[in-house]
């Protein structure tokens, strides 16, 4: 099972998923949690970001995502190939010889959940990301678009409940784990 929080950066995925990590682990989940990657890219991101850096956060993901699947049955990610395409689209716009690749990725997420920017709850600066609103807006913003545009099931983590948030994640998670139970034969 693999698991995908997305979102704008500074939303709180990073807290959710070890979070969620930490209570499935508490009842003996084997998992993986794989953090953002774009944090590690050596180019520049946020708003000065280029082809070549969302190509090295996108592919760095994937290769992160792989490789985790095979170290864990479940697979928590501080974001999504959807994130770091957005990212991508706002930079330099739509990249037709990615598209295919985008698609095909996104269809091996079993969830993907969308962490929301809560109103009057401004990015933290932690010196990596950008703490610009308007560009943490226009993120979010292109994402729905993409979600939309692809047609993309997603959970959506109410604004107002910021407090249940990782109830939440853990109840769909959990159900999402349970085997299905095949009818006895009488």
């Given at each position: 099972?693999?698991?995908?929080l997305i979102g ?51 592919h760095t993901q ?13 697979v928590l990610c ?109």
């Open positions: 099972m693999k698991v995908a704008s950066h500074g939303v709180g995925k990073t807290t959710l998923v070890y979070g969620l990590a930490a209570r499935l682990k508490r009842t003996d989940v084997h998992l993986e949690v794989l953090v953002e990657v774009a944090r590690r890219c050596p180019l520049k991101i946020n708003e000065d970001t280029d082809l070549a850096a969302q190509s090295w956060i996108l994937i290769a992160e995502e792989t490789y985790a699947a095979t170290q864990a049955p479940v501080d974001r999504s190939v959807l994130d770091n395409y957005t990212y991508l689209l706002l930079a330099k716009g739509r990249q037709p010889h990615l598209e295919p690749l985008i698609d095909s990725w996104i269809s091996g997420y079993d969830l993907l959940v969308h962490v929301p920017i809560v109103a009057g709850k401004e990015a933290q600066g932690d010196g990596v990301r950008s703490t610009d609103q308007h560009f943490r807006q226009a993120v979010d913003d292109r994402l729905a678009k993409e979600i939309e545009n692809r047609n993309i099931n997603v959970l959506y983590l109410d604004p107002h409940n910021r407090d249940g948030w990782l109830d939440v994640l853990e109840n769909v998670s959990r159900a999402a784990l349970q085997t299905p139970q095949l009818e006895l034969l009488v």
